[in-house]
T-cell receptor
Framework: SQKIEQNSEALNIQEGKTATLTCNYT??????LQWYRQDPGRGPVFLLL?????KEKRKERLKVTFDTTLKQSLFHITASQPADSATYLC???????????FGKGTTLSVSS | KAGVTQTPRYLIKTRGQQVTLSCSPI?????VSWYQQTPGQGLQFLFE???????NKGNFPGRFSGRQFSNSRSEMNVSTLELGDSALYLC???????????????FGSGTQLSVL
């Protein structure tokens, strides 16, 4: 069955650096992949959607890549700020294409 | 535009009881999806409703059920509660026209259910 893995449970970086989060998927090839941010006690908030024919997508300081050969998506935050501290979730569709499935997330901590 | 509203915010129940959670989607959104979030399993898909019909279902036992009303508001019910049902239950709405995975989901803040 499909499997979604976000390699790091936690990532600690200094303010101003670039944070890179990894999402790997196995046993299938999703046509889309979404990224969400979740703050403690809140529901996830949509950040970006990338399609398989879009190698890269950007939104302000955020950049997402989608490598269908490596079966991997990378999520970058450039010039990170303490306000970027949160849990980031990758979410491709399931194999049937009927629902989003979520990775367990990577908790990013940006220190000043 | 008001966001997704979930009530209640917190709930404490005992084993064997049943519980009903409510979700009001964003105005104009016709799809409501429900997820269970636990520290060990992350977010797991329960089911999705569109136009009052359950359109998709995850791998949860029949104790978990839901429904959607004509105004798109949705409820989920868990019967015969077990300790393992303690979790944050999140609902998310979307337009529902393109199929859920192609659309961004708007989540509520969730209902934190504790089963004692």
């Amino acid at each position: 069955s499909q499997k979604i893995e976000q390699n790091s449970e936690a990532l600690n970086i200094q303010e101003g650096k670039t944070a890179t989060l990894t999402c790997n998927y196995t046993n299938y090839s999703p046509a889309y992949l979404q990224w969400y941010r979740q703050d403690p006690g809140r529901g996830p908030v949509f950040l970006l959607l990338i399609r398989e024919n879009e190698k890269e997508k950007r939104k302000e300081r955020l950049k997402v890549t989608f490598d269908t050969t490596l079966k991997q998506s990378l999520f970058h935050i450039t010039a990170s700020q303490p306000a970027d501290s949160a849990t980031y979730l990758c979410a491709p569709p399931n194999q049937a294409g009927t629902a989003l499935i979520f990775g367990k997330g990577t908790t990013l901590s940006v220190s000043s | 535009k008001a966001g997704v509203t979930q009530t209640p915010r917190y709930l404490i129940k005992t084993r064997g009881q049943q519980v009903t959670l409510s979700c009001s989607p964003i105005s104009g959104h016709r799809s409501v999806s429900w997820y269970q979030q636990t520290p060990g399993q992350g977010l797991q898909f329960l089911f999705e409703y569109f136009s009052e019909t359950q359109r998709n279902k995850g791998n949860f036992p029949g104790r978990f059920s839901g429904r959607q009303f004509s105004n798109s508001r949705s409820e989920m019910n868990v019967s015969t509660l077990e300790l393992g049902d303690s979790a944050l239950y999140l609902c998310a709405s979307s337009l529902g026209q393109g199929g859920v995975p192609n659309e961004k989901l708007f989540f509520g803040s969730g209902t934190q259910l504790s089963v004692l």
